[in-house]
């Protein structure tokens, strides 16, 4: 069983960053591309950022690029996502994911295990 647990999220002002982090259990972690995903309040999830399984392929949704940032430590079993210039739209629960070993999805589609989300908050 995999489990999947997100740390990182608060509240902070419009402009500011936060950095998530989703530690993954289990030993094949490194072999499976890996998605961080947000829901806000009455809309539906969507996609934010994705990476390979080496982290050498990166994807971003458009409203997150040259903004926020996925790399991962596979030493470490853990993903990450480097928020920065925050905008009060990107208030949402964050969720990461496990996608599939060779490609990397952009969809929910095709990510099969989830956390349990941790709140970004952004004010003004």
């Known amino acids: 069983q995999v489990q999947l647990v997100e740390s990182g999220g608060g509240l902070v002002q419009a402009g500011g960053s936060l950095r998530l982090s989703c530690a993954a259990s289990?030993?094949?972690?490194?072999?499976?591309?890996m998605g961080w995903f947000r829901q806000a309040p009455g809309k539906e999830r969507e996609f934010v950022a994705a990476?390979?399984?080496?982290?050498?392929?990166?994807y971003y949704a458009d409203s997150v690029k040259g903004r926020f940032t996925i790399s991962r430590d596979n030493a470490k079993n853990t993903v990450y996502l480097q928020m920065n210039s925050l905008k009060l739209e990107d208030t949402a629960v964050y969720y990461c994911?496990?996608?599939?070993?060779?490609?990397?999805?952009?969809?929910?589609?095709?990510?099969?295990?989830w956390g349990q989300g941790t709140q970004v908050t952004v004010s003004s």
């Open positions: 994911a496990r996608g599939p070993t060779i490609v990397v999805p952009t969809t929910l589609r095709g990510y099969d295990y």
């Open positions: 289990g030993r094949t972690f490194s072999s499976y591309a």
């Open positions: 990476i390979s399984w080496s982290g050498q392929s990166t």
